[in-house]
């Protein structure tokens, strides 16, 4: 016969005391998970409520300060330019002064005046005003990621206007950095695509970019300018992404091959070059965080518990300047290791692109004495094809943040292939010179220094800085004063 529970409690006390302890237990556990959900939703609503209704049209980050307070004060600090890792961070690097090889790759074109590391979003509109590369006439299409005035303007005149009309006629209209208005709505907050180059390439593969995840989004929001693009028609410049074959090299690189698009012709070589800009989010995608789901937000834009509110850090940075937040999330290795685990892939694969960069070095010289010595247009023509895509594939892994380390694999197949380009083209050079009675190496001149390399590809950089500082001084107050006239601007926020 089964004894019922009252019988088991009288016979056996102890019972009933653990029936009641683990009933109050149960009960207080379920009450801190009811609590919680109600906090959270609670917090849910004030977080997302508007205290002060945001325009549309309001470029300005201070507009979000009372509804955003926790977001606009961290996006402020990345006014900060001091954190410097080995190979990046946001402290001002000038890469041509660290290898000044740079100046011989990049003979006549405007790079090879000034090529700095970007100092962060907060400074975006004051460094592409000061550049060196900007005197040379751009269209307006080299504002499009500068600032939250662009969609404004985009609205106003329409994109292709946008795009083709001259970069210093938009100076009084593009004021504000890089900020709150490129990627949410202000209305709800909510993440959102602002620049439509991003959707239109996307939508020539047949994607729709409005059915993306939240997650897929959260890369997406990024990859509206970090990425690869060029300027599509000489008069037009309308800023188009060549992801129509693919997200690869090979794949960009055969994509302008077949519509005969270059950015410059090499001062010294000839060869007619692709420039990569900065293909983060293609070379991204092939790496392992981005397989595991991992989005660019996650390492870039960590999460923040203040107060039991948790929210995303606005100031946009290096992983590896708060280690512990970002890579320390999934990661259980110590700072230090996960640290020299970074370095040490990114030295492997600078060191790969320095020996791609000795290599190319060498074989635009080496061209530039072939033409010298009589070479032919059809005898030139492969080897200058293979510089092109030689340098091209060099600069599509130099070009993107992180020194490689978005995908380091792939970066080090891309540059092997690089290195076997750019051999390619000097072993046939090699013959050309042999047939035009030069023998032996070609020595290459002294560039052991930015002024060295600038003054071999014929440029007079006090010239330049000379006509730079009148545009800073003359021109730049002007526009400022116009803006300050017919458009709200933030104030600037010292670091």
């Not at 662009?150 to 994109?159: A, D, H, L």
């Not at 080897?383 to 995908?407: E, K, M, P, Y």
Request: glycine share 6%; aromatic share 8%; hydrophobic share 40%.
């Amino acid at each position: 016969m089964e004894k019922t529970l009252t019988q088991i409690v009288k016979e056996k006390p102890w019972v009933g005391w653990a029936l009641f302890l683990g009933t109050m237990v149960a009960v207080f556990l379920l009450g801190l998970f009811g609590a919680s959900i109600m906090e959270r939703r609670c917090e849910s609503r004030l977080i997302n409520r508007m205290i002060t209704p945001i325009p549309e049209g309001d470029p300005r980050d201070i507009a979000w300060k009372d509804n955003f307070p926790r977001q606009f004060e961290t996006y402020t600090a990345t006014a900060d330019t001091t954190f410097a890792s080995k190979h990046g961070g946001s402290a001002t690097i000038d890469y041509l002064e660290r290898d000044p090889r740079l100046v011989i790759l990049w003979a006549g074109y405007a790079f090879s005046r000034d090529y700095n590391q970007g100092r962060g979003h907060y400074h975006a509109v004051e460094d592409v005003r000061k550049t060196l590369r900007t005197d040379v006439p751009q269209p307006g299409t080299c504002w499009t990621c500068k600032s939250t005035d662009v969609p404004r303007v985009m609205k106003e005149r329409g994109i292709a206007a946008f795009y083709r009309t001259p970069w210093a006629e938009l100076g009084p209209e593009i004021v504000n950095n890089i900020g709150c208005m490129d990627c949410h709505d202000p209305e709800t907050a909510s993440l959102r695509i602002t620049r439509p180059a991003l959707g239109e390439a996307l939508s020539r593969r047949g994607e729709d970019i409005g059915k993306v995840s939240f997650q897929e989004l959260r890369s997406l929001t990024c990859a509206q300018c970090h990425v690869e693009y060029y300027f599509k028609g000489k008069a037009d410049a309308y800023l188009a992404f060549p992801w129509d074959s693919g997200f690869t090299a090979e794949r960009m690189e055969a994509y302008y091959d077949a519509i005969g698009h270059t950015d410059f012709v090499h001062a010294l070589s000839r060869a007619p070059m692709l420039k990569a800009q900065h293909p983060d989010y293609e070379l991204f995608r092939t790496g392992i965080h981005a397989q595991r789901g991992v989005s660019c937000a996650d390492c870039h834009m960590v999460y923040i518990d203040q107060g039991g509110v948790k929210f995303t850090d606005h100031k946009i940075r290096s992983p590896l300047d708060d280690i512990s937040s970002s890579c320390m999330v999934c990661h259980r290795q110590s700072e230090e290791t996960l640290r020299e685990n970074v370095y040490e892939r990114q030295d492997k694969i600078d060191a790969l692109k320095r020996v791609a960069e000795d290599a190319l070095v060498h074989a635009h010289i080496e061209a530039k004495t072939a033409w010298e010595a009589g070479a032919g247009e059809e005898e030139m023509k492969p080897v200058l094809t293979l510089i092109r895509h030689a340098q091209w594939r060099w600069d599509w892994v130099a070009a993107a943040n992180s020194v490689g380390f978005h995908s380091p694999v792939e970066a080090a197949r891309v540059l092997a292939t690089s290195i076997e380009k750019a051999q390619e083209a000097r072993l046939s050079l090699a013959r050309i010179l042999a047939a035009h009675g030069v023998r032996g190496p070609v020595p290459v001149p002294d560039i052991s220094t930015k002024a060295k390399a600038q003054a071999l590809v014929g440029l007079d950089m006090p010239a330049l800085r000379m006509k730079k500082n009148l545009f800073l001084a003359r021109v730049i107050p002007t526009w400022d004063s116009l803006a300050a006239a017919r458009y709200r601007k933030t104030e600037r926020i010292s670091p």
